[in-house]
């Protein structure tokens, strides 16, 4: 198993440029976040999904969109980056709402500019 | 709300025993979880209390009290790798507290 994958690893955005970033998972798990991570700030929840097809909003949803189509991936959309959006994203995963143990992709440094 | 408070730096000494507490607000909890990150690195899942007491997993121990919506890590017999940031997080979203740093000193 890869577990949860992402790309790109590292990225520059210039103002306003919209942009995807992929995570994918192949331990067929049903939940899956995205999280960002600045400094001192923790990791925050912008999106998560319960399953193919449904996802909600966290805690830092605007500026953002996600969709699910599959139990594999769950990419984020930037839609009009902003230099608040620089920042480190991870991608979790889990088997289901009910399971705690959560599984990190290798996160995605995005600047921009 | 949601939010979860923890000290920002915790420095200990090699060998020795450090507690890490956090404190949640309790409106819609169902649990306490635990997580470690080192830099540049992606957070690991450590331990997850769901009632009341002590979960233990090797070094690593977890405690939650929920009449008094607190809880703590205890990492025993340091070493220099667990030098990192340690995170609670709660509810079935799983949402983080902001982390504290753990120095280790030899």
């Known amino acids: 198993n890869a577990g949860v994958t992402q790309t790109p690893k590292f990225q520059v955005l210039k103002t306003g440029q919209s942009m995807t970033l992929q995570c994918a998972q192949d331990?067929?798990?049903?939940?899956m976040s995205w999280y960002r991570q600045d400094p001192g700030m923790g990791l925050r929840l912008i999106h998560y999904?319960?399953?193919?097809?449904?996802?909600d909003q966290g805690e830092v949803p605007n500026g953002y969109n996600v969709s699910r189509s599959t139990t594999e991936d769950f990419p984020l959309r930037l839609l009009s980056a902003a230099p608040s959006q620089t920042s480190v994203y991870f991608c979790?995963?889990?088997?289901?709402?009910?399971?705690?143990?959560?599984?990190f992709g290798p996160g995605t440094r995005l600047t921009v500019t | 709300g949601q939010s979860l408070e923890q000290p920002s730096e915790v420095t200990a000494v090699e060998g020795a025993i450090v507690q890490i507490n956090c404190t949640y607000q309790t409106s819609g909890f169902y649990g306490l979880s635990w997580y470690q990150q080192h830099d540049g690195g992606a957070p690991t899942f450590l331990s997850y209390?769901?009632?009341?007491g002590l979960e233990e997993t090797g070094r690593f121990s977890s405690f939650l009290s929920r009449s008094d919506s607190y809880g703590y890590l205890l990492l025993q017999e340091l070493q220099m790798k667990d030098s990192a940031s340690y995170f609670c997080a709660r509810d079935d979203k799983i949402i983080f507290g902001k982390g504290t740093r753990l120095h280790i000193l030899p």
């Open positions: 999904s319960v399953g193919a097809g449904i996802t």
């Open positions: 209390n769901a009632l009341d």
């Open positions: 979790a995963s889990r088997v289901g709402q009910s399971s705690y143990e959560q599984y």
């Open positions: 331990m067929n798990h049903e939940y």
